[in-house]
Antibody, heavy 122, light 108 residues
Framework: QVTLKESGPVLVKPTETLTLTCTVS??????????VSWIRQPPGKALEWLAH???????SYSTSLKSRLTISKDTSKSQVVLTMTNMDPVDTATYYC??????????????WGQGTLVTVSS | DIQMTQSPSSLSASVGDRVTITCRAS??????LNWYQQKPGKAPKLLIY???SLQSGVPSRFSGSGSGTDFTLTISSLQPEDFATYYC??????????FGQGTRLEIK
């Protein structure tokens, strides 16, 4: 059974750094067809993709947030970590991690975590 | 980045109606287009991948079509549990991934 679960602070102050952890089970982060992304959703707004890490440790970031994001993984712990620096109230959102399954002609998010709401406020 | 534009942004329909939601990409994405359903307070759920492939366990009243820049999601006969927000998402060969702005499907 594949599961992903996000963990991290529910409240951060402006200018602080957010660190979120995605703990996965039911698959390996070293599987060549699989990777993990972080996606966020401000209250009442659309989904926004943030970052992705592949099985070979290659990383990709949102163009607009690239300077603030770092994604990493610990395969032995089955964890993917996202850090976002210089948090601002506009970063208040539910943060999801999701597994991406890639084939020759397709690539999609087939499993999602439940999400974690992060509020940025002093 | 590839921009994804959904229409309409919101839609009112009745149980039993046939509904179509469209998604347009700012450049050709072949068939690298996926559709998700999201209900309030829940994570998105994959409905359709590769433009027209139905995810396992998803009812057959959902279908997807299109390639290149224009795509559609069709619900053939709306059921009460289908009232939700729907998102398209492109995963063309190179990242970044982008989502559409969402289509909220409401009960008329």
């Amino acid at each position: 059974q594949v599961t992903l679960k996000e963990s991290g602070p529910v409240l951060v102050k402006p200018t602080e750094t957010l660190t979120l952890t995605c703990t996965v089970s039911g698959f390996s982060l070293s599987n060549a067809r699989m990777g993990v992304s972080w996606i966020r959703q401000p209250p009442g707004k659309a989904l926004e993709w943030l970052a992705h890490i592949f099985s070979n440790d290659e990383k990709s970031y949102s163009t607009s947030l690239k300077s603030r994001l770092t994604i990493s993984k610990d395969t032995s712990k089955s964890q993917v970590v996202l850090t976002m620096t210089n948090m601002d109230p506009v970063d208040t959102a539910t943060y999801y991690c999701a597994r991406i399954l890639s084939g020759s002609y397709d690539s999609y998010f087939d499993y999602w975590g439940q999400g974690t709401l992060v509020t940025v406020s002093s | 980045d590839i921009q994804m534009t959904q229409s309409p942004s919101s839609l009112s329909a009745s149980v039993g109606d046939r509904v179509t939601i469209t998604c347009r990409a700012s450049q050709s994405i072949s068939s690298y287009l996926n559709w998700y359903q999201q209900k309030p307070g829940k994570a998105p759920k994959l409905l359709i991948y590769a433009a027209s492939s139905l995810q396992s366990g998803v009812p057959s009243r959902f279908s997807g079509s299109g390639s290149g820049t224009d795509f559609t999601l069709t619900i053939s006969s709306l059921q009460p549990e289908d009232f939700a927000t729907y998102y398209c998402q492109q995963s063309y060969s190179t990242l970044p991934i982008t989502f559409g702005q969402g289509t909220r499907l409401e009960i008329k």
